[in-house]
């Protein structure tokens, strides 16, 4: 393979802009390309649905004893926004970003697995797709949670055949998403180009690396209990039935072993782009590459032991309490690396105050936010009092919302130019940005306050008599402030297509390799395949009087 330094974006061909694609090019495409566009694409069309969700949930809250949505759809809606927020919407648009861009990050023509990777993506869409089927079915989309707590999913609860879509759903699901994090381990390790090795690869590329050695770990466990649970509804199994000697806490533990590890499968990617975005909008160097490299891979490992903090209730001995409790607290230690070395990077640098770097620090601060409450439900004794409330559902999507949509929202106004050739409108990002952060402050921060007050989760209705009336109404006005900000960001989206600004082939005075190319790429990528010799190749390119190669 030909190889050769850095050259300049105009020895490659400009590519068309790929929505110009005809739809057989989009449905038979193995270009990594598109295939990170059709991710993206799908998660922006469930965040949609899923927010639609979100939103009628909040109006039935607004008030006592309303009527607006029956129970039994209350629950269905609860059942699918967790799940389509989770699988279909941040997994999806992560991992359709990475597809995108870490190939052009690491001097590659593509994926390691071209065909591999197609696959991913359509047996995830697929897998949505089956979920969604349950629409059609006899008795309608499954009201489990998106927890799917036995035996609540056993036949004697529900007897129709919508849980059996939800779990084939996400069993398809999770095939595509563990076939998509092998694509990129070996892609990471044997694509990339001359002179770039693991310690000069982006921090972008070094977490997704990590990210899917932790999916290949905890996807696997899940798709097992999808698969007793289908045993128990089909075959006459007892993994969960407690009538028959099966065991709920079984379901929890499989569940959990998944379920906290993903709030770090969807957490680490962000980190990865606010790692790519902070440098670039301070003009410095990331502070302490070397420590964030080492802090992730310590949350990676951490994170597999510290599922059963969310069953301090269930009633475990007090040593494995115990054990829960260190581990969560000490998974916050890594994390706190992460945060000091992004201020560190921000303290002193001329900063450029761009949509992109907006989300960026709107991300710093609100996941600070959602760790600390973290820490408090790490005590067991606090736990044992509002698990189950209201505080764990602020919490849960101040850390989710906080850390994964902040982060993704800042990556997408970072890359866009360079996936279309246009620049997103500034004024439309920073009316969703003011928008969407406020409406996320209004509508979670009274969520802790009601859990505290004792409000339980998962119910559709409330009495007059208790003292959560104000504070779901302050959230479901947040709610109602958050909706135009996704409204904004869909139509900024599409509208920048056609009338954006010309982007340039870097337009932010970037350091990677992904700006070396023409914007759009070409299919190719690259028209030589650069050899690097620093973790900045661009700023090398650029700065031949002062490389970084001099002091790594």
Avoid at 119 to 125: A, E, I, R, S
Avoid at 238 to 259: C, E, I, M, R, V
Avoid at 344 to 362: C, D, E, Q, R
Avoid at 478 to 497: D, R
């Amino acid at each position: 393979m030909a190889t050769a330094e850095i050259e300049p974006a105009a020895t490659a061909t400009p590519s068309p802009p790929p929505w110009t694609a005809t739809l057989h090019e989009w449905l038979v495409t193995v270009d990594h390309k598109k295939i990170g566009v059709l991710y993206v694409l799908m998660a922006v069309f469930f965040l949609l649905i899923g927010g639609a969700a979100a939103l009628l949930m909040r109006i039935q809250l607004w008030a006592p004893q309303l009527t607006f949505l029956p129970p039994i759809t209350f629950n269905q809606f609860f059942t699918l926004h967790g799940t389509t927020m989770v699988f279909f919407v941040g997994m999806p648009v992560l991992i359709g970003i990475a597809n995108y861009a870490i190939p052009l990050m690491i001097g590659a023509r593509d994926m390691a697995f071209p065909r591999m990777n197609a696959f991913g993506f359509w047996t995830t869409f697929f897998g949505a797709v089956l979920v969604y089927f349950s629409f059609l079915v006899p008795g309608g989309p499954p009201a489990i949670g998106w927890f799917a707590y036995a035996p609540l999913t056993e036949n004697s609860f529900a007897r129709g055949p919508g849980v059996d879509c939800w779990a084939l759903g996400l069993i398809v699901s999770g095939i595509g998403t563990t076939t998509g994090a092998m694509n990129f381990i070996a892609t990471i390790l044997c694509m990339r180009c001359p002179g770039m090795t693991l310690r000069k690869v982006p921090f972008f590329v070094w977490v997704m690396f990590w990210t899917s050695l932790q999916i290949v770990v905890v996807m696997p466990p899940l798709t097992a209990a999808l698969t007793m649970l289908e045993f128990d509804r089909q075959l006459g199994a007892h993994f969960f039935d407690t009538q028959a000697g099966g065991s709920a806490y079984l379901w929890q533990h499989l569940f959990w072993f998944f379920g906290h590890p993903e709030v770090y499968i969807l957490v680490l990617p962000a980190f990865g782009m606010i790692s790519e975005v902070v440098p670039v909008f301070s003009r410095k160097v990331l502070f302490g590459y070397e420590f964030m490299a080492a802090a992730t891979a310590a949350i990676v490992v951490i994170s597999l032991g510290v599922w059963a903090h969310h069953m301090f209730s269930v009633g475990m001995s007090r040593t494995l309490d115990l054990f829960f409790v260190a581990a969560t607290m000490l998974v916050s230690i890594p994390t706190g690396i992460k945060l000091f070395n992004w201020l560190a990077t921000v303290y002193g640098g001329k900063l450029v105050l761009k949509s992109p770097m907006l989300f960026a620090l709107g991300f710093l601060s609100m996941f600070v936010i959602g760790g600390l409450t973290g820490v408090i439900l790490a005590c067991a004794p606090i736990d044992f009092q509002v698990t189950d409330t209201y505080f764990v559902v602020g919490h849960f999507h101040w850390v989710l919302i906080g850390g994964t949509l902040f982060g993704v929202f800042s990556a997408i106004h970072y890359w866009y130019p360079k996936v279309t050739g246009r620049m997103l409108s500034e004024r439309l990002a920073r009316w969703q940005f003011w928008l969407f952060i406020i409406g996320f402050i209004v509508t979670f921060a009274p969520m802790h306050i009601a859990g505290i007050l004792g409000m339980p989760r998962r119910i559709y209705t409330y009495g007059s008599d208790r003292p959560w009336e104000i504070w779901n109404q302050i959230a479901t006005i947040g709610a109602l402030i958050q909706a135009p900000s996704y409204l904004i960001f869909a139509y900024n989206l599409v509208v920048s297509l056609w009338k954006g600004d010309v982007a340039g082939d870097d337009p932010w005075d970037a350091w990677t390799l992904e700006w070396a190319t023409t914007s759009p790429p070409p299919p190719y990528n690259f028209a030589v395949i650069p050899t690097v010799k620093s973790r900045r190749p661009l700023w090398d390119l650029k700065h031949p009087d002062d490389p970084d190669w001099k002091y790594e």
